[in-house]
């Protein structure tokens, strides 16, 4: 038996409702039809000769051994062609006209200054555009291309349309102001964190709709500045989670109070540079990725 040639698009929709496990899922991340879609798969599967999904029996389409077997070339295929074309869309562009930033609001400030002001003598005629989000805020930026680079927390983890590398953490520490009750406790039982309002950093990205991160408490008060959570931390409203290096002043001044939390008295917010997988940062792009690499962001 003869196998066909299948197209680059059937291959994608292959790959996509796949990932989505569902053919109305798969319709609205592609933007067409369900029956465009199913359409799409019938013919691929009508090329190659071998059904690629079960549907009897269940409503959520299960790969078949044979899906299963092909996944990972038509997967392959598709990056190697992802890979070309941002290759090529690279070598056309040649220097950036523009480049745009997304960092973290818990990445330092001082780093970021630094190497600005190197990457504003590296590359004078390169205008920046720098947005500075939360959470999965930073990931939906580079998701949506209004990023080309961004340095992100970890829920950038369950993108696969983002590339991302490891290059440092910030260290969050629990501390309330010394008016506050868990401040003044010489010993803080387990489960008394529950019983105070926790002040939380959130975000509008759907990326971490319905997620919590490190939430003790069921009251909480969600905060979508940093510099507001600051303050009202200060302000004795509630305890929280906050970058070290943010309250170093605080803390030498008594203005807060490092709380010793039985559930964990600190832990790493891992950093990781983004990009989109199908576009190949250029040439400042790349140099503004190393030179946060080689910042060692919460390395000694």
């Given amino acids: 038996m003869d196998v066909g040639q299948p197209s680059l698009d059937q291959l994608r929709v292959f790959l996509t409702v796949a990932e989505e496990g569902s053919f109305n899922r798969a319709a609205q991340r592609l933007g067409r039809a369900i029956s465009v879609v199913s359409y799409a798969i019938g013919q691929l599967e009508g090329q190659l000769g071998v059904s690629l999904f079960s549907r009897e029996g269940s409503r959520k389409p299960q790969l078949t051994p044979e899906g299963q077997a092909l996944l990972a070339e038509a997967r392959a295929v598709a990056n190697d062609v992802d890979a070309l074309v941002a290759k090529?869309?690279?070598?056309?562009?040649?220097?950036?006209?523009?480049l745009s930033l997304a960092v973290d609001v818990?990445?330092?400030?001082?780093?970021?200054?630094?190497i600005l002001r190197e990457f504003q003598r590296m590359f004078p005629t390169v205008p920046l555009r720098l947005h500075v989000e939360a959470l999965g805020a930073v990931a939906a930026l580079v998701i949506d291309g209004q990023a080309d680079i961004a340095i992100g927390g970890p829920v950038a983890a369950d993108c696969p349309e983002v590339e991302r590398q490891t290059i440092g953490s910030v260290e969050l520490i629990p501390v309330a102001a010394p008016s506050h009750a868990l401040a003044q406790m010489q010993t803080i039982p387990p489960g008394e964190t529950r019983k105070h309002f926790q002040l939380v950093l959130t975000d509008r990205s759907p990326l971490t709709a319905g997620r919590d991160f490190s939430v003790l408490s069921p009251h909480s008060w969600r905060l979508a500045d940093l510099g507001a959570k600051h303050v009202l931390l200060r302000e004795g409203l509630g305890w929280g989670n906050m970058p070290r290096h943010m309250i170093l002043d605080d803390l030498a001044k008594g203005a807060l109070i490092h709380l010793d939390v039985p559930e964990g008295p600190r832990f790493d917010f891992q950093l990781s540079a983004l990009w989109r997988r199908d576009r190949v940062p250029g040439p400042a792009a790349f140099w503004m990725l190393s030179a946060f690499q080689d910042a060692r962001l919460g390395q000694p």
């Fill in 106 to 114: 818990m990445v330092p400030g001082d780093a970021i200054a630094r």
């Fill in 88 to 98: 090529v869309r690279s070598l056309q562009q040649g220097l950036e006209s523009e």
